[in-house]
């Protein structure tokens, strides 16, 4: 499975690695998980998955959240990366 974020670096640069980070714990023993960042022109947001468009930041008009990353089965507990406490997945 492969994501690329395409995006304005200088207005998103946080939000994508918040994107980012949240694919990598919904899929921490998917090895075959690949998660490309590009630079986008000015303003843009657009999420892809196996080269497919999951969500366009000019077509909808808001900015991504991880209801927008095509990820039916991830799990809140997965998400939560504000909590503070150092897990071990082994």
Request: hydrophobic content about 30%.
């Amino acid at each position: 499975m492969e994501y690329e974020m395409k995006f304005c670096v200088g207005c998103y640069l946080p939000l994508a690695m918040e994107l980012s980070s949240k694919l990598l714990a919904a899929n921490s023993h998917n090895e075959e998980l690949s998660i490309r960042i590009q630079p986008g022109k000015t303003g843009s947001f657009e999420i892809f998955r196996d080269g497919e468009l999951l969500f366009s930041k000019e077509i909808t008009g808001k900015l991504p959240d991880t209801s927008d990353l095509g990820l039916e089965e991830m799990r809140t507990e997965e998400l939560r990366l504000d909590s503070g406490k150092e897990r071990s997945c082994c």
